[in-house]
């Protein structure tokens, strides 16, 4: 039996994840609404122990980044097929995430108004894979390819 109970910050910690491929701590803290870095490392420890996300230090200089395990993705709802992560786009969707970040905080955006690349090519369904951006997001009634 597990020792930790799953709430409702470790689902939304789970679909941020799965939102944006990988994510850092750092990223993560911002997104889940902790308090401090200290108290979403911990919480992200214990969700690693307990087999739902995995911390892998990839590239030298870079901060860790947090990806989806099997018991993780059964845990969302999520095809258990794992999603492969390439090396050198870590960088670019480090970038990405605290970009996203950064206009959430200074434009006021709501996380729900954002959608990621994924997502859209989730939207498009099979078929010749289309150029997407790396995120939209609504404000004020208008979308805004990033």
Request: aromatic share 8%; proline share 3%; charged share 30%.
């Amino acid at each position: 039996m597990s020792e930790v109970r799953v709430v409702e910050r470790d689902y939304r910690i789970i679909e941020e994840i799965n939102r944006w491929r990988v994510c850092t701590g750092k990223a993560i803290a911002v997104i889940a609404g902790f308090g401090g870095l200290r108290a979403c490392d911990r919480r992200l420890s214990k969700l690693c122990q307990e087999g739902y996300i995995e911390r892998k230090k990839v590239l030298y200089g870079v901060a860790s980044i947090y990806t989806l395990t099997h018991k993780g993705r059964l845990l969302a709802g999520l095809p258990e097929r794992p999603e492969s992560t390439r090396v050198e786009q870590i960088p670019h969707d480090i970038a990405v995430i605290e970009t996203a970040i950064y206009i959430s905080k200074t434009k006021g955006v709501a996380w729900g108004d954002i959608t990621t690349e994924k997502q859209l090519h989730q939207q498009d369904g099979f078929g010749v894979r289309k150029h997407r951006p790396d995120f939209i997001y609504t404000h004020e009634g208008e979308k805004t390819a990033v």
